[in-house]
């Protein structure tokens, strides 16, 4: 009996000490457990999280992400998901991924809008390369640095991340503002780790190589489907013909940071012939798409070139300044003298920013009240009625030439090639068969050229992907494409034939001169200019000296 009670009391402590010990065991796993998923499942309802990839900071959702979050910009949601569905789709396929860096979250609604136009043209071209033959497909990924690039460098270290990993991150583009934080990001992508870059959107003269140089290069990994401010100042030039110095004057923005508008500044001071002609006319401007008191400027400024010779004037600035510009300048009483502003690629969203009073007093009137009428002409990297008019125009100059219509086969390659790549792109669109991304408007750029853009970075990477192993190409293979896409490697781009330099940068890339109108209210294709004041060769080939 005692024995007995002294077992079974034995038994009980036994079992008393270890079920408390498990206990104990499970319990610390559990909590080690609910510490690892508040880790690394953290929920997006958590205020420092905004999704997948998105941190938090400033007040902004900066970081990387794929899989269809809209930054809160509700502009962007249709196609946002459409390029989550697409990367879902080649997820078990062999595929590289591209990153489009710039800013997701604007405030303003014509920018919300300038931002979709940009990620439809990346989507499209997706959906276009993912539906060839060629291996490997292509991911898209949005990476938002913040308001002008500010935050940029978190950024860049999540893509360097991506880099090295499975995620095979092979090339950077996006890069709507050439900012100094922009030529920051550019500039350790490239150069420090590795990682081609291909610009699509920013003009700035110090966001590109040299070339013709013996040197290193500047960004080396870098290259470009839009002419330079300079070359676009070139071939609006080419495009106006001669002008003396006394019928032009330059209003320049002298906001730091702001490189694009320096940079537009530097290739409108050009020498022009005849005795001089009015000073240039700064003012500086509080921000990107904040206008300050750059109205009481303006109007000063109007008051003096009213009583210069000028009658064309090159601004250098912003498209919410050149708006307001434009409207000062109208106001401004100077006996019926009308004007012609010239601006670069930044004004090819204008439209966006006009009322219908806006245009009204655009307009003017020629009844001898004394308001001038001003219309705006910018140097455009694309348009939709580009490749139509322009083979149109060539038709004409031959037949007064030959006094005979020219067969459909004398056409030129750089202008038929274009037409044809256009009208496929606006097939997609038009069948919606890519789905529903909301409105596509061809007519400010962005799209096409932001499509042409991510067309390039697959060309390389299928040229890359031909000479190496496996289906992935390391990152120097990419880069050392860029140098290869001309002549019989050239791409046709919707906005043009893109043979590059060694430099990376466009060989005479035509841009398409647009007028904003206010007897239309639309924005009117005038021409194509040539940067080099005439087409590129028929075969696509870098000529020496350029390289």
Known sequence: MRNDLFISTGNWLYNTFWSNRIRKALTGVLALALIMGAVYFRPSSDPDTCAAGIAKRGGECIGVNGSGYDFGTPEITKVSAAIARENERIAEKPHITVAMMLPLEPKIPAERKQLRSDLQGAYLAQYRVNRRENTPLLRLVLANPGKDYRQQEEVVDALAEMADSQENLRAVTGFNLSLSDTEKAIRRLTNELGIPVLASRVSADGLANEDGGTGELAYDGLARVI????????????????????????????????????????????????????????????????VGDTGNDFTTIGHNICQSAAKVVYFAGRPAHLRLFALKLA??????????????????????????????????????????????????????????????????????????????????????????????LQRVIEQQSAGDIGPVALEDSRTIMVHDGVRTVAEAVFLANSQTEGSVPPLDRVTAQWARLESRHRVTGASGWICLTNGGNPYDK??????????????????????????????????????
């Open 331 to 424: 106001d401004t009483p100077c006996h019926g003298k009308r004007y012609t502003v010239i601006s670069g690629s930044g004004a090819a969203t204008l439209e966006r920013y006009m009322s219908e009073a806006d245009w009204k007093r655009l307009e003017g009137s020629d009844d001898g009240t004394g308001e001038p009428a001003v219309t705006v002409q910018y140097s455009a990297p694309a348009h939709p009625d580009t490749w139509d008019r322009a083979l149109s125009d060539w038709e004409k100059e031959r037949e007064e030439e030959t006094g005979r219509k020219p067969a459909a086969k004398e056409r030129p390659a750089y202008l038929t090639e274009p037409q044809k790549e256009l009208r496929a």
């Open 227 to 290: 002419p330079t401010n300079r070359q676009q100042a070139d071939a609006l030039a080419s495009f106006q013909g001669d002008l003396s110095d006394r019928e032009t004057v330059l209003v320049r923005d002298t906001r730091p940071r702001d490189i694009y508008v320096k940079s537009l500044a530097r290739a409108f001071s050009r020498d022009e012939d005849g005795p001089p002609g009015a000073k240039d006319q700064p003012f500086e401007s509080p921000g990107i798409t904040e």
């Open 510 to 547: 035509p841009v398409a001169v647009v007028e904003l109108d206010p007897s239309t209210r639309k924005l009117a294709f005038e021409g194509i200019g040539w940067p080099l004041g005439e087409a590129q060769p028929s075969d696509c080939v870098v000529p020496s000296g350029i390289d």
